[in-house]
């Protein structure tokens, strides 16, 4: 069954600072890779994803993501965390069968002026 | 407007009362699904519908049911209200599978307090 493990619950960076986020994932099948954002008081929005092809993929607001098979990870970064980056941040991993996704605990970035 | 609204946005009902959460989607996706959000868990699928006819529990699904009542609108009842239900609902749409993967939108949430 597929599983994703989400390493630190809370972030903190400073302003300009490198946004790391981790993700690994456990998949029997080779899994569809999606990082989602939570700002307060909203919705979840996808930020990126990653299903075949380059294993580099550039998503929304700077952020991007590395899909490395060899390490089961799906880390997010972004060069310089800005103020408004502060939210939760979901990893998640498409089910065996396509059909639903399977969704880390979340990461709440806190981003410090 | 949004494409998938959430009815009520919070609610603070008490222990045994039956209560519905609805999602309204105007996206014209055929699978809708329902979450609920607690802290330091993530999101857990309650339910799932691929389309009117078809109900999936997901990995959370005692103590909840759910009815599909249209294409667009898909609702959650909890029977009998518990205090260890209070959360975070979500409600999100997708499209059928195409290229192998499932976008899924979100809606804004529903907040529920059960006292």
């Known amino acids: 069954a597929q599983s994703v493990t989400q390493l630190g619950s809370h972030v903190s960076v400073s302003e300009g600072a490198l946004v790391l986020l981790r993700c690994n994932y456990s998949?029997?099948?080779?899994?569809?890779l999606f990082w989602y954002v939570q700002y307060p008081n909203q919705g979840l929005q996808l930020l990126l994803k990653?299903?075949?092809?380059?294993?580099l993929v550039k998503g929304i607001n700077g952020f991007e993501a590395e899909f490395k098979k060899s390490e089961t990870s799906f880390h997010l970064t972004k060069p310089s965390a800005h103020m408004s980056d502060a939210a939760e941040y979901f990893c998640?991993?498409?089910?065996?069968?396509?059909?639903?996704?399977?969704f880390g605990a979340g990461t709440i970035l806190r981003v410090k002026s | 407007d949004a494409d998938v609204t959430q009815t009520p946005r919070n609610r603070i009902t008490k222990t045994g009362k039956r209560i519905m959460l609805e999602c309204s989607q105007t996206?014209?996706?055929?699978?809708m699904y329902w979450y609920r959000q607690d802290p330091g868990l993530g999101l857990r699928l309650i339910y799932y519908?691929?389309?009117?006819?078809?109900?999936n529990k997901g990995e959370i699904s005692d103590g909840y049911s759910v009815s599909r009542q249209a294409q667009a609108k898909f609702s959650l009842s909890l029977e009998s209200a518990i205090p260890n239900q209070t959360a975070l609902y979500f409600c999100?749409?997708?499209?059928?599978?195409?290229?192998?993967?499932?976008?899924?939108?979100f809606g804004p949430g529903t907040r529920l307090t059960v006292l």
């Open positions: 519908s691929f389309d009117v006819k078809d109900i």
């Open positions: 996206k014209g996706h055929d699978r």
């Open positions: 998949s029997s099948v080779p899994p569809y």
């Open positions: 990653y299903t075949t092809g380059a294993t």
């Open positions: 999100a749409t997708s499209d059928l599978d195409r290229g192998g993967y499932n976008e899924q939108f």
């Open positions: 998640a991993v498409l089910g065996e069968y396509g059909n639903k996704l399977v």
